[in-house]
């Protein structure tokens, strides 16, 4: 839930260990969340870069909701 709660809005993720548990997430529970292109990816290829862009859809902010996050 709490990586559900702070892609609510959408998010680049730049962290490995949250990118793992979206991808989880979006295997098992699809319709919970969308990995897309990452937003504010930097152009200078030597700064640090996000691995995806991730949003949670309607379903996952109505589960957020009813779960009272």
């Known amino acids: 839930m709490r990586v559900l709660t702070a892609v609510r809005d959408g998010a680049d993720i730049y962290s ?3 990118a793992m548990l979206l991808r ?3 295997r098992r529970r699809p319709p919970l969340v ?3 292109e990452a937003m504010g990816a930097p152009e200078n290829g ?3 870069q996000p691995y995806f862009g991730c949003i949670a859809t309607g ?3 109505d589960l957020l909701a009813k779960e009272g996050a």
């Open 16 to 18: 490995r260990q949250v």
């Open 24 to 26: 989880q997430m979006a």
């Open 34 to 36: 969308d990995i897309v």
């Open 46 to 48: 030597a700064a640090r």
């Open 59 to 61: 379903a996952g902010r």
